[in-house]
Antibody, heavy 115, light 112 residues
Framework: QVNLLQSGAALVKPGASVKLSCKAS????????IHWVKQSHGKSLEWIGY????????NYNEKFKSKATLTVDKSTNTAYMELSRLTSEDSATYYC????????WGQGVMVTVSS | DVVLTQTPPTLSATIGQSVSISCRSS???????????LHWLLQRPGQSPQLLIY???RLESGVPNRFSGSGSGTDFTLKISGVEAEDLGVYYC?????????FGAGTKLELK
């Protein structure tokens, strides 16, 4: 069965960076894009971007281009998203999800930016 | 960016009642390849979103057939034919025709 397992919650200081992981199992990792989505507390969803695990090609929402960096490690079937220069506006739950139809989702990881 | 407007923002229903949620797009979601990339998600309280309907009207595997989607161009509808308790949560439409992908603000389905 398809599973996307995300890393645990993170508490980070303003100005720092954090790298979130999303480990895929139950399917061929390189067959489907991995998308990342942000959900601020109690609010709707925002698309950050996607990565093609086979080629490493990325496509970002312009809003997150200077904030997020997407990578993959094919040897471990893991996708990563690094968020840089964190501010309170980056405090949110972040999800990884499979393909443009969003058919499978990780459990989400809460990032809290606080000094 | 494409704006998806969902109505109503909140929906109160009794068990067994049929309800509909509207999603209107600021631009046509018909892609040049002939597909319309409009999907529906449900986020139950405390859970990740889950896919219900993809490409306007295709039921995702394992989703009960009381859920149905319809529409074209800029107007889309999700219908639940006979609400059950497990259907409570927030429903989102999402489009992938135009970059960047965008989501509606959500419709919260509550028990009356």
């Amino acid at each position: 069965q398809v599973n996307l397992l995300q890393s645990g919650a993170a508490l980070v200081k303003p100005g720092a960076s954090v790298k979130l992981s999303c480990k895929a199992s139950g399917y061929t990792f390189t067959d489907y894009y991995i998308h990342w989505v942000k959900q601020s507390h109690g609010k709707s969803l925002e698309w950050i971007g996607y990565i093609n695990p086979n080629s490493g090609y990325t496509n970002y929402n312009e809003k997150f281009k200077s904030k997020a960096t997407l990578t993959v490690d094919k040897s471990t079937n893991t996708a990563y998203m690094e968020l840089s220069r964190l501010t309170s506006e980056d405090s949110a739950t972040y999800y990884c999800t499979r393909r443009g139809g969003f058919d499978y989702w990780g459990q989400g990881v809460m990032v809290t930016v606080s000094s | 960016d494409v704006v998806l407007t969902q109505t109503p923002p909140t929906l109160s229903a009794t068990i067994g009642q049929s309800v509909s949620i509207s999603c209107r797009s600021s631009q046509s979601l018909l892609h040049s390849n002939g597909n319309t990339y409009l999907h529906w998600l449900l986020q139950r309280p405390g859970q990740s979103p889950q896919l219900l309907i993809y490409l306007v009207s295709r039921l995702e595997s394992g989703v009960p057939n009381r859920f149905s989607g319809s529409g074209s161009g800029t107007d889309f509808t999700l219908k639940i034919s006979g609400v059950e308790a497990e259907d409570l949560g927030v429903y989102y439409c999402v489009q992938g025709t135009h970059a960047p992908y965008t989501f509606g603000a959500g419709t919260k389905l509550e028990l009356k």
